[in-house]
């Protein structure tokens, strides 16, 4: 049976760490084993990302180094999942990506979800906008309304990389609050997971996720209370989003909006 593909990377492209939050969701709630790895020596400047030495059950003391790892998750029902994590890459971005590209096709995977976070002025009462497209196979290929121009990083790259070899290959990206930047959100990891869900066949269990959403939206809402100048802007980027017509939805909505989601998926099979 043909496997799906998961990418994250963590660092310019994991604002909140959603990204990243997702796959190490579905490693918790799924047996997971790893499959493969890219040797970080080749393409991680250790200044940037520094190995770790950490302690193991049996009190050895081991080196940890920033490699990127592909686990193999097994879900209770559908194909198989393949997740690619890790840093990314200072170096040789076009010999990393060929590296991933040929374990991936080892692993019988046949299309790819890229994921992806960026800061961006969204307010966290709303919800943080998710946009989702599949890319070209060919390179030149024009496909939907995106007319960005500027930097990327490792994520488009290699998502252009899976495509142009024929593996369908969708990418995904949220959007984070900027102003809560130097936070882990669960809301953000929630608005991917639905993404996610869209390619996988059996029911993602959240566990824990839709409360951390919600306590995360509770926090930032203290801190624009005991800051007049966040809440005076968060007051500003909710009347501009509401201007644009999209509906208003707590970390609570979403994960509502998601379990909805689900028990449709599960009436339909």
């Known amino acids: 049976m043909s496997r799906i593909a998961i990418t994250a990377f963590s660092g ?17 709630v799924w047996p997971t084993r790893l499959v493969g790895a890219v040797d970080a020596e080749e393409y991680i400047d250790f200044q940037v990302n520094r190995p770790e030495i950490l302690t193991t059950e049996d009190g050895r003391r081991e080196v940890e180094w ?20 890790g840093p990314e890459p200072s170096l040789r971005w076009k010999r990393f990506c060929d590296e991933v590209l040929e374990q991936l096709q080892l692993l019988d ?3 790819v979800l890229s994921l992806g ?15 989702a497209h599949e890319e ?19 994520p488009t790259i290699l998502a252009r990389r899976t495509a142009a070899a024929g593996l369908r290959t969708t990418s995904a990206w949220v959007q984070v609050p900027h102003y809560v930047s130097q936070n882990i959100s669960p809301k953000a990891v929630l608005g991917l997971m639905r993404e996610v869900q869209e390619i996988v066949t059996a029911p993602i269990p959240l566990g824990e996720l839709v409360e951390d959403a919600a306590a995360w939206e509770r926090g930032v809402d203290e801190l624009a209370r005991t800051d007049e100048d966040i809440a005076e802007y968060v007051r500003r980027l909710e009347q501009a989003q509401d201007a644009a017509g999209l509906p208003e939805a707590s970390g609570d909505a979403i994960a509502r909006e998601f379990e909805q989601f689900l028990r449709r998926r599960r009436e339909s099979d």
């Open 12 to 28: 310019w492209n994991d604002a909140g760490e959603a990204a990243t939050g997702v796959i190490e969701h579905l490693h918790e």
């Open 66 to 85: 920033p490699d990127t790892r592909l686990h193999l998750v097994t879900p209770p029902q559908g194909p198989e999942i393949v997740t690619v994590m």
């Open 109 to 111: 995977v046949t299309s």
């Open 117 to 131: 976070a960026l800061l961006a002025d969204s307010p966290h009462s709303r919800p943080l906008p998710v946009s």
């Open 136 to 154: 070209p196979v060919s390179p030149e290929a024009v496909i939907g309304e995106d007319h960005y121009s500027g930097p990327v990083g490792v």
